[in-house]
């Protein structure tokens, strides 16, 4: 079983440019996370679709980040403009389905820099 | 709110040594906990998860946890460790009384493993 892939695996940006990230779950996987996991912090949740309806964005910086999961599939993650402290890692996950007792299988991450 | 506690940032153990790292909750009720591993440029990997029950889990890699509600802790041990252990470990706590899965994670514990 394929697992969840993430593109690109490395990004270096300037402060104020526009960076998006790609996901692709696991094959029949209702629901995608993304978290953000900043250099000595745990990850930290940013965005939860269930299919293509989003169950919780409160940790989302809508003001700078948006996210997307058009078809319930894929989904892409955007940061626009950039900043500083948006450097990190950005973890993709999914899972089977919404309930609390479903595993969480995660992407390797893509790690953003931004200068 | 919940919050998650490692206070061990970095531990090194002798390859074939136990192992405990420890994991403190704060949450108002009983919180589902997990912990995950990570390796250099991987995602994260479920090691074991408690939902309720005996309080001893069992998880793979011949990795255990216990918990306990008095102390409000979800410490994870190991036996033997090998050097094919090292790598970050996070400890995460999640809702009970919702029906979809937000995790909560610790900062990470990095495990070192000396021959």
């Known amino acids: 079983e394929a697992g969840v892939a993430q593109s690109p695996r490395y990004k270096i940006i300037e402060k104020r440019q526009s960076v998006a990230f790609w996901c692709n779950p696991i094959?029949?996987?209702?629901?995608l996370y993304w978290y953000q996991q900043i250099l000595g912090q745990g990850p930290k949740l940013l965005i939860q679709?269930?299919?293509?309806?989003?169950?919780?964005d409160s940790q989302l910086p809508k003001d700078r980040f948006s996210a997307e999961r058009l078809k319930g599939v894929d989904s892409t993650l955007k940061i626009q403009p950039a900043k500083l402290e948006d450097s990190a890692v950005y973890l993709c996950?999914?899972?089977?389905?919404?309930?609390?007792?479903?595993?969480?299988?995660f992407g390797p991450g893509t790690r953003l820099t931004v200068t | 709110a919940q919050s998650v506690t490692q206070p061990d940032i970095h531990i090194t153990v002798s390859e074939g040594a136990s192992l405990e790292l420890r994991c403190n909750y704060s949450?108002?009720?009983?919180?589902?906990l997990f912990w995950y591993v990570q390796s250099p440029g991987q995602g994260l990997q479920l090691l074991l998860k408690y939902f309720s029950g005996d309080t001893l889990v069992q998880g793979i890699k011949g990795f255990e946890a216990e918990f306990k509600r008095s102390q409000s802790s979800f410490n994870l041990r190991k036996p033997s460790v090998h050097w094919s252990d090292a790598a970050e470990y996070f400890c995460a706590v999640g809702p009970m009384n919702t029906g979809f899965q937000k995790l909560v994670f610790g900062t990470g514990t990095r495990l070192l493993v000396s021959p």
């Open positions: 094959s029949g996987h209702a629901t």
């Open positions: 996950a999914s899972s089977l389905e919404i309930g609390r007792t479903y595993e969480q299988y």
């Open positions: 679709f269930q299919n293509n309806g989003v169950v919780d």
């Open positions: 949450y108002g009720a009983t919180p589902y």
